[in-house]
C-alpha cells in the first residue's frame, strides 16, 4: 500500500486509511485528514522531514512518521 510518505511532490492523492492509534490518529484526524479526503501534496523538505500538504482548504504541515501512516491511493 502506498503511503503518503511516498507521494512525490505536486501529486494528488485520496486518504484510504490512517493507521495510527491513541493520540496520533486522533491529531491526525483533527488536522481534517479523514478517509476519503484528497490530499495535494505541495513541497517535502530536503530530507524529507516534514512535509507540506493542501487538505480541505488550508497547508498543513507533517511529520515523516505521520506521513507513515496515512494510506493513500
Known amino acids: 500500500m502506498l503511503t503518503l510518505k511516498d507521494v512525490p511532490s505536486g ?3 485520496t486518504v484510504v486509511k490512517i493507521n495510527a492509534e491513541g493520540s496520533m490518529r486522533r491529531r491526525i484526524m483533527d488536522m481534517g485528514i479523514t ?3 484528497t ?4 513541497k517535502v523538505a ?16 507533517l511529520r ?10
Do not use: C, H
Open 11 to 13: 501529486e494528488t492523492v
Open 35 to 37: 478517509k476519503g479526503s
Open 46 to 61: 530536503p530530507l524529507g522531514d516534514p512535509m507540506e500538504v493542501y487538505v480541505r482548504g488550508y497547508e498543513l504541515s
Open 64 to 73: 515523516k512518521s505521520e506521513a507513515e501512516a496515512i494510506d493513500v491511493e
Open 39 to 42: 490530499v495535494l501534496v505541495r
